[in-house]
């Protein structure tokens, strides 16, 4: 089994930054892909940002050049830098890894993590 955590989660002030992490422990297999989602209140889930093991990562276009998602291999971690945050981007912010194993391709979710940008 595969754990997902994610951490860093807060309250910042509009045009703020924040840094979120998020970590896989367990039986890891190959890592496929690290995405990034969001869900604010009354709203379905959407994509944020997808890294792959060779740090390459696409972005959704309203977050392209402002949040930075680096990863560790090692570590098995990947964070997500988010810089000059708006208040609509007050939501839970999960993260999923995609890894093979075993012929198979699994989805491990964490519980998210609570962003809340407000003065």
């Known amino acids: 089994q595969v754990q997902v955590v994610e951490s860093g989660g807060g309250l910042v002030q509009p045009g703020g930054s924040l840094r979120v992490s998020c970590a896989a422990s367990?039986?890891?297999?190959?890592?496929?892909?690290i995405r990034w989602y969001r869900q604010a209140p009354g709203k379905e889930r959407e994509w944020v940002a997808t890294?792959?093991?060779?740090?390459?990562?696409n972005y959704e276009d309203s977050v392209k050049a402002r949040f930075i998602a680096s990863i560790d291999n090692a570590k098995r971690r990947l964070h997500l830098q988010m810089n000059n945050l708006k208040p609509e981007e007050t939501a839970v912010y999960f993260c999923?890894?995609?890894?093979?194993?075993?012929?198979?391709?699994?989805?491990?979710w964490g519980r998210g993590t609570q962003v809340t940008v407000s003065s």
């Open positions: 890294t792959t093991t060779d740090n390459t990562t």
């Open positions: 999923n890894w995609a890894i093979y194993d075993g012929g198979a391709t699994y989805d491990y």
């Open positions: 367990g039986s890891i297999g190959k890592i496929m892909a």
